[in-house]
Nanobody
Framework: QVQLMESGGDSVQTGGSLRLSCAATNLGTPKYCMGWFRQAPGKERERVASIAADGGTDYLGSVRGRFTVIQDNTKTKLDQQLNSIRVDDAGMYYC????????????????????????WGQGTQVTIFS
């Protein structure tokens, strides 16, 4: 069974930077999507960034150019670098792995909603202060 462990959540000032980390165990063949979702209070969980087995990435429009996902060579660790942090970046950030092969979820896993066929970590909290 895949297990995901996130770390790195913190309280950060607007304009600052933060790095989140995710470590996966029992991942098996690295043919799936890995990514980061977030959920702010009162809002639905949304996919922030994802990476496919072929290394293609996809980002939520509001974070493109500010956030970057970095996967290690074993494809069992996925960091997310958050730069130029804004108030609307606050929320619980979840690492996730799809249970469907990335090849059917579009370039960079752009069609991965997380509503089903997804394994989740426990989340790490990002709080923003001005």
């Amino acid at each position: 069974q895949v297990q995901l462990m996130e770390s790195g959540g913190d309280s950060v000032q607007t304009g600052g930077s933060l790095r989140l980390s995710c470590a996966a165990t029992n991942l098996g063949t690295p043919k799936y999507c890995m990514g980061w979702f977030r959920q702010a209070p009162g809002k639905e969980r949304e996919r922030v960034a994802s990476i496919a087995a072929d290394g293609g990435t996809d980002y939520l429009g509001s974070v493109r150019g500010r956030f970057t996902v970095i996967q290690d060579n074993t494809k069992t660790k996925l960091d997310q670098q958050l730069n130029s942090i804004r108030v609307d970046d606050a929320g619980m950030y979840y690492c996730a792995v799809s249970r469907l092969p990335s090849i059917i979820l579009g370039r960079g896993c752009r069609n991965w909603s997380g509503r089903e066929h997804t394994t989740w970590g426990q989340g790490t909290q990002v709080t923003i202060f001005s």
